[in-house]
């Protein structure tokens, strides 16, 4: 992985930066360092999307990706398009029971998830890069493949790509590894788009 730096976007500015203060040491990639504390601090940066009033509760799958670990963030050059860049973010984390099925492996709903949450970081790293800033968004559709099973204590390692990054749709891609013995579980890919405004009431 190159280590060049991808400079901060100018249309970033000190309000946008971040009241905490992440350690970045031992995240590796080109990101700058304040994607990195933006991206690294997973519970201030997926708070910024959920509603204050939702921000205290044990909502679906939040002591899961309090246990995230960020160990690279990166933004380059896509290798077939030059002129466009690529996020890439790794996740790492291990195989509890919260993420089981009655086999005692991870749920395919858990891995599916898991695709949604980590694919999306790829995309915002690339926002960020280019904008300074992020973009709230919705998925349209996760495609799912599953390779092997993974059980509890194993540590998994997600390799998330971005593909396209369009005005209104983006794409992403990922793959769940078992790094404990070294196989793929799963692969998914993940299509959003920006969120339509709610409808006007019938009055």
Same mark, same amino acid.
């Given at each position: 992985?190159?280590?060049?730096?991808?400079?901060r976007?100018?249309?970033?500015?000190?309000?946008n930066?971040?009241? +905490?203060? +992440?350690d970045?040491?031992?995240?590796a990639?080109?990101?700058? @360092?304040e994607? %990195?504390?933006?991206?690294?601090?997973? *519970?201030? /940066? +997926?708070s %910024? /999307?959920?509603?204050?009033q939702y921000?205290? !509760? $044990?909502? +679906?799958?939040?002591?899961?990706?309090?246990? /995230?670990?960020?160990t690279?963030?990166?933004? #380059?050059?896509? $290798?077939?398009?030059?002129? %466009?860049l690529?996020?890439?973010?790794?996740?790492e984390?291990?195989?509890?029971?919260?993420?089981?099925n009655g086999?005692?492996?991870? =749920?395919?709903?858990?891995?599916?998830? #898991?695709?949604?949450?980590?694919s999306?970081?790829?995309?915002?790293? @690339?926002?960020l !890069?280019?904008?300074?800033?992020?973009?709230?968004?919705v998925?349209?559709?996760?495609?799912m493949?599953?390779?092997? $099973?993974?059980?509890?204590?194993?540590?998994?390692?997600?390799i998330? &790509?971005?593909?396209?990054?369009?005005?209104? !749709? &983006?794409?992403?891609r &990922?793959?769940?590894?078992?790094v &404990? =013995? =070294?196989r793929?579980?799963?692969?998914? !890919? =993940?299509? %959003?788009m920006?969120?339509?405004?709610?409808? *006007?009431?019938? #009055?």
């Amino acid at each position: 992985m190159a280590s060049t730096s991808v400079s901060r976007s100018p249309n970033s500015t000190a309000a946008n930066k971040p009241s +905490f203060q +992440f350690d970045v040491s031992k995240v590796a990639g080109n990101a700058s @360092v304040e994607i %990195k504390e933006r991206i690294g601090n997973i *519970k201030e /940066f +997926f708070s %910024k /999307f959920v509603p204050e009033q939702y921000r205290d !509760t $044990p909502f +679906f799958g939040r002591a899961i990706q309090d246990r /995230f670990e960020i160990t690279e963030v990166s933004v #380059l050059p896509k $290798p077939d398009e030059p002129s %466009k860049l690529e996020g890439r973010v790794v996740v790492e984390l291990d195989v509890e029971e919260d993420m089981i099925n009655g086999g005692g492996n991870i =749920h395919g709903g858990c891995s599916a998830w #898991l695709v949604d949450m980590c694919s999306s970081l790829a995309m915002s790293a @690339v926002n960020l !890069t280019k904008e300074g800033k992020d973009y709230p968004s919705v998925s349209q559709a996760i495609n799912m493949i599953y390779h092997s $099973p993974a059980s509890v204590g194993d540590r998994l390692r997600l390799i998330n &790509t971005s593909m396209s990054m369009g005005k209104r !749709t &983006t794409s992403a891609r &990922t793959e769940i590894w078992n790094v &404990t =013995h =070294h196989r793929l579980v799963a692969s998914g !890919t =993940h299509v %959003k788009m920006m969120p339509s405004p709610p409808p *006007k009431a019938n #009055l």
